[in-house]
């Protein structure tokens, strides 16, 4: 092994390795990417050998995955401290999202200088390519690519750079793929993955909210939900230039060596026209935004009489204001102007969930739950009136807001209370202490079950 | 010369036998196997593509890689069925090993027949089990799958340690380092040999036991 040796190839070998290094990059990430596309892949075997199949390997190039990686590339190929990182990630319907793992193509400086390049290399680069497509079915991602649809979504992201191995949570593992020794350097494949696939309940965008979120001059925010439309797209251009990515946290946006412009997620979805997004979609500094699945209709939501219907809506109004008797005209509802679109610049809420609430005490009757939004919040609700509910107290302008309190702040669990609780860990290896044990104690335990049955 | 061995040891149940060394041996295959040579003039040659098929396994959560060649494909099940129906003549828990050796052959002095020397093989040593309950086998099912993955890492690792390959011949000698039988893909000169034998029955059990221990020790 010696240093770069580059001076001592010839210009042709050079002008070849290149070309190898570059064909090796842009097919690794078509195997990466079509195998997260959720499909089964086939390419047909070819006896004779009519067209170049690059490395005699059967690889459609996606052209959604190839003009990506070939705009990553760039004229650019892996180096020393420079890998090509095609990172995977998972995208719930409600927003959250996680890396699932990074697989990073790398050179390090250990060289051989004997090597034939238009042989050897290039056919070690095929027994690499081959590695790669075995092993691309076995991480945890694979499993759950294959099960992609309605309510996650796998992407895709290529840059290069250093992997970021925090994004890929607790007790990640790295697997080597394989290595390919050239004159100047070997060429290294490896991918790190994720093996906690649990989504934490909170840190993530879109389930965070700010305690003054709702305060009544803010108007409030939503994103299109026009199917049509990419489902969560920002532009570069249009962040402020200190503009922070909340899920930086969770490495989704950690991308400290492609320019903002270049910030790229695809979501590997779709078998021939992927579909691209472009970053994933954050409100204004320090807000955070819901990404929501489809719009849903609540109970009480009017149909299509709503201009409007899809838009999101405020839902913080006190419950106990809906119980008051101080029912505004029931017009009022269809004499709102309906937010204009001009005018929605964020994201937020899923209206759903307000009228599940809604729906205890307002049951049976009838009501108008619109898209209208407006200063106050005290106006955003068309109250309806409400019958005095069954066993109700005579004072049912508070009882049925005491009962919702009093769901609300059950008293606190004694088993959660204790903050010493063994870890899942532990209990699992205690499991196993057990069992050993009473396997140790079989005959004791059959002596006592044929004592039971002799007192019988 | 010595043959690289690289010895793999698995428990599974009778349905999964096929599976699980189809598994193993197209995923070795897939690596020792290129596109057929097409031979031009002053020893120059092309060489076809290898096409790329996802199969999923039925009684393991498992997909493995293996090359377009539906005739390889057919070769290796009929190899790999004659061992389980050895295998499952045996009542009750039984093992075996099956082997994929490469080998190229040697020319000899006539009226000798040519001397086939191996140059790498995969041995696989096979512990069937019984299973009684349908949560027993759910919990096999993903653990032989884990395996399975874990002998695929395995094998790409050995794969890429570039350790001796046959050169490629010239076109007479082609036979001698490939298999030339196959129409659309060209893999290197393989057998696939095998022995079963019974395993004694006062392991059933702990077998069993090892296996929930194994999965709550997780």
Redesign the interface.
Known sequence: MTENLEVNLSPQDKKDLDKYIKFLCLKSIQVIVQSRLGD??????????TGA?WF????TDVPRVLAEGKRTISGQLPSLGQSLCVEISLTTSEGDSMILETWCLGMNDRSEADIKVSYTVYN?MG??L??L???T??TPA??LS?KQGTDFVIMYRIYFGDVKFEGLGEGFQV?????V?TPIGTLTMSAAYRTKLTIPSDGYAGLQMKADHYMANTPPRYISRNPSEPRFQIYADDLPADWEDPLQEIGVGSCSVSPPNQMTFSRAATQNDLQQFTTAAIGEQGEHVNLSAAPKVGAFALGKDVVGGDDGKVCNVPFELLTQQKAEPRERASSLSPFPASEQTGAMFDQSDCLRMTSYGLAGSTGSYGSQLSSSPHEDFVVVEVQKPAFGKCDSNSDLGTFYKECQNPPQLVTFADSKQPCVTDT??S??QD??KY?DNLDEFDDFVLSLQEDQ | MNARTQTFELSCEGRQIEEVLLGIFHTILFHRTTGKFHYKKEGTYSIGTVGVVDADCDFVDFTYVRCDSDELDRSLKREVASFKDALRKVEGPCEGQISLEFFQKKRSRWPFPAESIPWEVWTLKLNVIDLSSESERQICREKVGEKLAEKVICIAEAMNRHEFLPKNPNEPDLDNVFDTSFPDVQPYLHKITFETGSSSGANVGLTVRRLFRDTLAI
């Not at chain 1, 005699?56 to 690889?59: R, V, W």
């Not at chain 1, 697997?175 to 290595?179: D, I, Q």
Request: hydrophobic share 40%; aromatic share 8%; charged share 30%.
């Open positions: 089964k892949v086939r390419t047909k075997s070819k006896p004779s050998t199949d005699n390997l059967g690889i070690r027994i690499l081959r590695s497509f075995t092993l079915r076995v694979y499993r294959r697997m080597r793929v394989g290595a020794p699992l290896a499991f196993s069992l050993a396997e």
